[in-house]
């Protein structure tokens, strides 16, 4: 049988480590209350804006004059003087003299016709007055005649019809005599500046010789290469579209204003590309910034309007979609119908309404109906949080 110190000790040590348990167990401090952790994924957003605009499109091209004139003799013979303006560069009016060819044969060919028409005028005159002598005789003598009616060589028509001829053809010569008179000047055929000039002063030229080179100042055009899905965001095919045409010049961006005024209505084959005129007029008369012959200029030509376009940035649409910040903070996807993508951008003319909130944050896993939270909302809650803090203080 057991002792009673046998059974008193274990009982005694049992209670000692109750009571020792107990005693900890009330030092212990009872652990912090923490707040209920905020998981919503942090969202920024922006407000949509519906704006009116142009779908502008962007092209390119070299500026050309629109008529380039070869300058090419008709006479042959030496030239005799040169104008102090017929050089490269220079800008020459309408008749202006450019260069001479030696015109004395040609002023005696002239004088000479001169002459073979006065002798040809003088005979018609005097044929003409024999003829009506003739006439009048035969009105005389006709009652006495056997003939009723005279023959054409006895009123002298055969010989006035030649006398005629003859007359006709010294007006001809005197006319060409003139002509190749005149064509001893070489002159500009319209305002223009002078492209190369291929003569000197003593040189020989015969006719189809070349004197030089001439462009047309009244008109600048551009050939502007236009996309063929491009063209659909152009009114009327472009055709009457304002362009703005932009260069440097003397190191400065400077713009001007032109028009198409043209299609030229094939597909290029090496290109694939439309091709749209531009017309700018007088382009050397602003001096302060000439569109000068053979510029690279970048092109923007005016599309056709969109009243109510959407524009967003292209990596925030997927499938057409985008998401948008609903007033209770969840998120939702709205389809947009798409008229145009342009340089990282999306524009369209339907699918979000003016003031809705546009998620612009990347996230994950993007559900309908997930919900968010903004940095306004963040901000809220830590006010919340620092008055619990006070009120437990």
């Known amino acids: ?37 905020d998981t919503r994924p942090l969202v920024a957003a ?6 009116a605009i142009t779908l502008d499109v962007k092209s390119y091209g070299v500026v050309k004059p629109k008529d380039r004139t070869e300058l090419i003799a008709q006479v042959s013979g030496q030239v005799i003087s040169v104008a102090d303006e017929f050089v490269e560069g220079a800008f020459v009016k309408q008749g202006d003299i450019l260069a001479r060819i030696d ?82 000047y070489i002159k500009a055929p319209y305002d223009a500046i002078i492209n190369s000039r291929t003569i000197s002063l003593g040189s020989v030229v015969n006719p189809g010789s070349s004197f030089g080179a001439l462009s047309a100042t009244s008109v600048a055009e551009v050939r502007l290469p ?24 003397a190191g400065k961006q400077t713009s001007w204003q032109a028009k198409v005024v043209r299609s030229e209505g094939v597909i290029d084959q090496v290109s694939r590309m439309s091709y749209l005129v531009a017309q700018l007029p007088t382009p050397y008369a602003d001096n302060t910034k000439p569109l000068r012959f053979g510029s690279y200029i970048n092109a923007t030509i005016e599309g056709r309007s969109l009243d109510n376009a959407i524009i967003v940035p292209h990596h925030l649409v997927k499938d ?74």
Do not use: C
Request: proline fraction near 3%; glycine fraction near 4%.
């Open 226 to 249: 236009v996309a063929d899905s491009e063209m659909q965001y152009l009114a009327n095919g472009g055709i009457g579209a304002t362009v703005t045409l932009n260069a440097e010049f």
């Open 103 to 184: 015109p004395n044969d040609y002023e005696a060919d002239f004088i000479e016709a001169q002459a073979g028409l006065a002798q040809a005028s003088s005979a018609l005159e005097i044929e003409r007055a024999q003829a009506h002598v003739a006439k009048a005789e035969w009105e005389r003598i006709k009652s006495d005649s056997s003939d009723s009616t005279a023959s054409e060589l006895y009123l002298r028509k055969p010989q006035l019809a030649e006398k005629l001829a003859r007359y006709r053809s010294a007006q001809a010569s005197v006319k060409r005599a003139k002509r190749n008179l005149e064509r001893t």
């Open 1 to 37: 049988m057991a002792t009673k110190k046998q059974i008193v000790l274990p009982i005694a040590v049992l209670a000692a480590g109750i009571a020792l348990a107990i005693g900890f167990s009330n030092m212990k401090t009872p652990p912090e209350e923490k707040p209920a952790q």
């Open 320 to 393: 057409k979609q985008i998401a948008i910040l609903n007033a209770n903070n969840t998120l939702s996807f709205k389809t947009l119908n798409i008229v145009r993508e342009q340089d990282g951008m999306v524009i369209a003319d339907q699918g979000l309404q003016l003031g809705e909130q546009l998620i612009t944050s990347a996230l994950e896993y993007p559900s309908e109906g997930m919900a968010v939270k903004t940095d306004e909302d963040d901000k809220q809650g830590e006010v919340t949080q620092l008055a619990l803090t006070e009120d437990t203080l």
């Open 46 to 51: 922006q407000t949509v804006n519906i704006d």
